[in-house]
Structure formats: C-alpha cells, structure tokens
C-alpha cells in the first residue's frame, strides 16, 4: 500500500506499469480489483479508500439499502458485511450505519492488500493503445485499460434558484458539511431519502427544520409490508436488493436483461424504480419536521445575513441555511480527471457514457462501473448491490480479450 512502483510490465508489446488502473477506491473500484486480480490480472486501484462514504456522506446517516444488499461482491464471497462484523466484533444491526460500511469497506481493502495507491488521480488521457495517468503529485503511470469507479461526487444537482447563495448559505446534502454548524433555521429541499434522512439529523442536531419539495405527497418506500412478508411469493415480486417496486424489483436484479430493452423503456424503469421516496424507519424520526409539498422555491437570495425563499404560492421563508437534497445528474465531462479530449472520444448518452459488454466505451480500454453505467445496465448499477454484476462481468470481459490485442 501507499505508492506504487511501476513494474514496466510488458503486455502485448508496449511497456505498461500494470494492466489495469481502477480510479476510484470506493465499493466498485474495491471489489472490481478483487475479482479482475483473481483472475489473474495486474490490478492498481488509486484514490483513498471509501473517501467518498467517509468525508461526504452525512455524520449519524443509515443505510436505506437492507443488509443483504449492502456487501460489497469479492469472487469468493468472504469478504462480506457480515464477515467483517464478525472478524471485527462489530454486533449486526438491522441498520447498517455511514461508519460500519466505511470501516467494512477499509477492511475489505486492507485483504485485498497490495494493490492500491492512496494518491488521487489528477487527469488520465490517451496516448496510442495506453492510457496516461497524472497523480496528484505529478507522477505519471500507464496502464493498457482504466477502469472509472469515481462516484457521483461530482454529478450534485444544484437547481437554478440556489446559484447565487454563498457557500455558508447553500450545501448539498452529501457535502460532507457537519449538521450541527448549519444554523438554526434550515430549509431542505427534496423528498427523497438523502433529504429526508438529512431533514431527521438536522432536526436532531437542534435545528428547526422545513422540508420543501414539489410532489404533492411524499411517498415512503416498501409500505407494502404484507407483500414482503408471504416467504417464496413475496421472493418472486420482490429481490433481496430491494430496488424498485413489486415486480420492477425482480426485473432490475438482471442488469444484463435490462441492457437489451429499448432505452426509452428502460429510462422509463430506471427512473421508476429510484424516484423520489423515503425509508419507513424515517417517519418516527420527522414529526417535528415541517413538511411543505406540492411547492416549488422559485427564488432564494441573501437579505440582511438570511436567505430569503420564495416559494410558488406566493408564500416567504426566511432561513439561516438551505441544504439540497436535490440529487445528482450523470455527466462525465465533469470528471475533472478525464481529458477533455478523451471525454470527447466517448460515446454518451445524455452525460451517461454509452457502455456495452464488461462496461466497455468507444474508447477501447476505457470502461466505466457504478451510477455511470447505470442509463445502460439499470437502476442496480446505482447501489453496492450492483457490484457483484458489474465486477464479475468486467473480470471476465478484461480476461477474454487481453490475449488478443491488449484491449477491446
Ligand atoms: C446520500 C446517499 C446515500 C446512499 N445510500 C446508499 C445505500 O444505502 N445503499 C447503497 O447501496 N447505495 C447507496 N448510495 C449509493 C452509493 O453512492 C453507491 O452505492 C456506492 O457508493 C457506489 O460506489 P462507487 O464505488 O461507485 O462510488 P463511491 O462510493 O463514491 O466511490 C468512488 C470513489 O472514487 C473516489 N474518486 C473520485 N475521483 C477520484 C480521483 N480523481 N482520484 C482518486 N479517487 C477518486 C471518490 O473519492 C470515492 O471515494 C447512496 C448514495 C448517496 C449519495
């Protein structure tokens, strides 16, 4: 661990320091270099482990994904959420917390061993058959195919009318911001479950909190309870992945079915299937929360050292801190890494780059896993759930084509 050595190896012709380079060391680039490594590839996975869950990620935040959803895939399944608890004496909760899965993940990382460099990647480009990589401190590595599991870190939806607040006045809920420093009056906008879970931690830190959000009611996920509870019936509507609603569910466990239904169809299930919802165990914690729907903010400026909303109904807010839960949009020009001339190079839909079989690009070695091959393979593509399809599927696509040209 910490920083690699080239090895100058000699794969097909060019000399590369390893074969494969995996930007990214959270859930997908973790348990990618696990199975592309037991198949017997050179696999360097750079950036700083579960950075992402760590640093960004609400302070007291739950898991809304279920614990059998929640393990990261490894070709042996020994790894598992519930090996690291077990290894760790950490005692199994129904609710898996931000700080369990981040120590989970480091742990993961630490048996797989060697192969990861902590520096972050600063730009990759294309020189020939091999990619350039840039670390943070100028040292450059080479590797024939690169593999990109950097997150949505980047992607944050911030809508229109928040663009003038200042930094103090405005954050996303997965800024990494600490709760307790954001003021007293905050308004939270969104209804799904980032924004609800963070309407609940603000409230709790002692703020006094307002959601405002644009569907008329919120709707909360799984309030079907009898239908997940009729055993061999319920596992036949539903996955253990709990993504999506009756029947969708099922569908969205076969991220390769998906990948052949017509896109308009699939954007149609995908956006269905992660619409805006909150996790039950939320409700308990919200009565004290002010919930406004069916509304939109139309404006929001400083006034006097307060941010001032106006909403659609003619009606004000005055508030110390707006807090968005406004999602993410996919757009990989915003992956500051990659060269804009290589972004350029990919095939995309929509800011999705336009990935095939084993999350190849139009740019041969290029591959992309995780939220970006999502428009492709599906809504699981959004969750840890997906990582075991995505890295058995990446393994065995990297294996079958490395005897030929290198890449594919
Ligand atoms: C608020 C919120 C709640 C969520 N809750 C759940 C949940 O309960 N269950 C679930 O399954 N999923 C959940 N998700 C989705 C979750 O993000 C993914 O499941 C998971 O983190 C995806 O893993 P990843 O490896 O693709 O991305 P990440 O976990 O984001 O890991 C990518 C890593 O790449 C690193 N990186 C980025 N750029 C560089 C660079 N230039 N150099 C080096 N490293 C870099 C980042 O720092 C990051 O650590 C949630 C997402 C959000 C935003």
Redo the contacts with the bound molecule.
Sequence with gaps: MGSFKGKGIGTMGNSVDCEVIV???????LSAASHLRALGIEVLV???P????ANE?PEGML???PRE??TISDPRSELTLEAYEAASGTKPAVRVARKTFVDYGRWFQAKLGSDLDRR??AQVHREGSVFKVTLSDGAVLTGRRVVV?????PFKRSPKPFSDLSHSQVSH??DGRRFADLGKRVAVIGAG??ALESAALLREAGAAVEVIARIPTLRWIGMHKRLHQLGPISRMLYSKHDVGPIGVSRLVAYPNLIFHIPLGLKDRIRTRAVRSAGAPWLIPRLPQVKMTTGRTVLSAREISGEVQLMLDDGSERRVDHVLLGTGYRVDISKYE?LSPSLVKEVRQLDGYPDVAAGFSTSVPGLHFI??TAARKFGPLL????GTEFASKELALHVSRNRTRNGVN
């Design positions: 930007i990214g060391a959270g859930p997908y680039g750079l950036g700083e579960m950075r992402f869950w990620m898991l809304r994904s959803a929640s972050n990647v599991a950097a997150g949505v870190g809920c997965y479950q980032s890494f995780g939220a959004y969750f840890v759930a």
